[in-house]
């Protein structure tokens, strides 16, 4: 807390993320009181498993939004969902691009149609389908511009920037 109290003496509005993975009570505290925001890495399991066409037992469900959290689909710590839906999908799935475009087209809706912040790990507006392993962790990773001449791939982007169109429109 005294990090966040720093800050906003310099930056009133600045705002303070922390990658403090404590327990739920610890978190709401630090947010409550600094006002930090922490990861909300709970609804990761519903977007990879809803790309990846695993949707019983509840499976999909992404509905675990907190006050207070950095809502996320990827992040430099997780296997990409494209990745995810070509490995481990079913056979239905793993090899059709079509229908994982419109999955991962339905899971960023829904991600970014839900209050509080947001972020997308690069090129997951184009289903970037490299593991999060090739070349080491964080080793680097091929750029795939071609991406955007794939019409299941561009049709993500398209999609995301109408939601993202949409949303921003309507601050309510």
Known sequence: SDYARAIR????????IFEHFCDQKEENELYSTVGALCWN???????????????????????S????????????DEE????????????????????ISKRIQAVYAFHFLTPYPKMMWQ???LGYDISIEQNG????????????????????????????KFRNSRPD
């Open 137 to 164: 962790r964080t080793g680097r990773k091929p750029v795939k511009w071609e991406y955007y001449d794939d019409a299941d791939r561009k049709a993500i982007y398209d999609a995301i920037s109408k939601v993202l």
């Open 123 to 125: 090129f997951g507006e």
């Open 80 to 99: 990409r969902i494209a990745y995810k839906a070509i490995t481990y999908g079913p056979a239905w799935l793993k090899n059709d691009w079509s229908i």
């Open 41 to 63: 890495n709970n609804n990761l399991g519903g977007y990879q498993e809803s790309v990846m066409g695993y949707t019983g037992n509840n499976k999909s469900n992404f509905a």
């Open 65 to 76: 939004y907190k006050s207070g959290r950095i809502n996320n689909i990827e992040t430099h």
């Open 9 to 16: 003496e310099v930056e009133e509005d600045a705002y303070v």
